[in-house]
């Protein structure tokens, strides 16, 4: 089969990590048979160096007419005048929700996964990981206060800054049914994290969510605040199985669950429609202070590649494979910098992708 997929490498260490990814892409067509079609679109800084804004109608049309998106990162450090000195519309980040906006990814999957491997780079206590973890952070992507009206004004004399946090039901319904769906192929457990002892979106949130929940009587559902969260991911990550929660509290518990696997270079993340169709980048960011040096961790936008074949494309076994070696090369001791731990080997980005591709057969 053919694929064509909408590649954009961005900005920082992006480049870097999506020739990686592309590596193994190539790989698995060249084992499985599948042609990979590519098409390069710009998006944050080098956009706007390249057309004075993040993302252009065009590079967005480009995107939709293809089957999915391979995002490597996209931002830059704020030191940079050239990027952000200018209003916030117009900055390397605003080119990441308006492709989200424009794509209607209103659904982030965002795995959370222990390596044993990897359980030395762990900053929790042997005694609270337990046997690991393994969850998915169902995040809402399109909604809440990334995208509300928001305003700097002066009102009688003070300087005021307005956002607005809105969610109607029906953006509250697809997400849950998403997050429900997921729970319905893992473990079936849903918490769905609110702040409903403060916020009318939460409550409203809380109620669309038990809602849903009539529908999958096989799932149990828990609702935790949001703060009581960012604590039991830290005292007893192994509860979790799928959390479901609005914008804003998904990017910050992200990051948390993120870091107790050990390193943010590991987690690849998928954006969805309502359909197949996908947006699929790591879950770190540019990371411009060792972009370049051919030092970045690969894995997570290697994974999130997986996950491309897995969700938009349905090649599982392919996904498999590309999974499997990782795991492989982990077990053997091979390692960034960002993930080294003593007795390891200590590969470059390039060596790392060499090695995955090297044990998909
Ligand atoms: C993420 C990032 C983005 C977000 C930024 C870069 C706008 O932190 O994908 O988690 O907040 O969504
Ligand atoms: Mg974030």
């Known amino acids: 089969m053919n694929y064509s997929i909408a590649v954009i490498p961005g900005d920082g260490i992006g480049p870097e990590i999506i020739g990686e990814a592309k590596k193994i892409l190539e790989k698995v067509g060249s084992v499985f048979g599948h042609e990979f079609l590519y098409t390069e679109v710009l998006m944050g800084g080098v956009s706007i160096d390249a057309h004075g804004v993040p993302l252009t109608e065009e590079a967005l049309e480009t995107a939709k007419n293809s089957d999915s998106v391979l995002l490597g990162a996209v931002g830059g450090d704020v030191g940079n005048s050239r990027w952000y000195d200018v209003a916030p519309h117009l900055r390397p980040e605003a080119g990441l929700l308006a492709i989200r906006k424009g794509l209607n990814l209103f659904a982030n999957i965002r795995p959370a996964y222990l390596y044993k491997e990897l359980s030395e780079a762990c900053p929790l206590k042997k005694e609270i990981i337990g046997d690991g973890f393994d969850m998915v952070i169902m995040r809402e992507l399109t909604g809440g206060l990334y995208f509300g009206d928001r305003f700097t004004r002066e009102i009688d004399g003070v300087r005021t800054a307005v956002d607005t946090l809105t969610y109607n039901e029906n953006e509250i319904r697809r997400i849950a049914i998403k997050a429900f769906d997921i729970a319905m192929k893992r473990r079936k457990q849903v918490i769905s994290v609110d702040k409903a002892n403060v916020l009318d979106s939460s409550r409203l949130w809380r109620n669309v969510v038990e809602e849903v929940a009539k529908d999958y009587p096989e799932v149990t559902l828990t609702h935790m605040l949001v703060d009581n969260c960012a604590m039991q991911l830290v005292m007893n990550p192994g509860q979790f199985d799928v959390i479901l929660t609005e914008n804003m509290f998904g990017d910050i518990l992200s990051d948390e669950a993120s870091m107790i696997t050990g390193s943010i270079g ?91 591709a090297g044990k998909i057969l």
């Open 266 to 356: 590991m987690l690849s993340s998928a954006s969805m429609n309502e359909s197949k169709f996908g947006m699929y980048e790591p879950s770190h960011g540019s990371a411009p202070d060792i972009a370049g040096k051919n030092i970045a961790n690969p894995i997570a936008t290697i994974l999130s590649a997986a996950m491309m074949l897995r969700y938009s494309f349905d090649l599982d076994q392919e996904a498999d494979a590309v999974e499997g070696a990782v795991e492989k090369v982990l077990s053997e001791g091979w390692r960034t910098g960002d993930i080294m731990s003593k007795g390891c080997r200590q590969v470059s980005t390039t060596e790392m992708g060499d090695l995955i």
